[in-house]
């Protein structure tokens, strides 16, 4: 087998085992409000690039300013 195709292989079975237990975990006390997050982007893609601080002040509105 080719050797790109292993590696590609082995990427995609540990990302897919990451985002499986973290769906699965089950902690002791609740996470903190905020918006959901992409496993290794986390928000970027929720984030306005143009004007950051009107995404920031949005999730300050709806999660509280402490969070943000």
């Keep these: 087998m080719d050797t790109t195709v292993i590696a590609i292989g082995a990427v995609s079975l540990v990302a897919l085992l990451s985002v499986w237990k973290s769906k699965t975990k ?10 959901r997050c992409i496993p290794f982007l986390g928000n970027v893609l929720d984030i306005d690039t143009t004007e ?8 300050g509105h709806q999660y509280g300013s402490s969070y943000v």
């Design 52 to 59: 950051p601080h009107v995404s920031y002040t949005q999730w």
């Design 26 to 35: 089950s902690t002791s006390l609740p996470l903190p409000p905020g918006p």
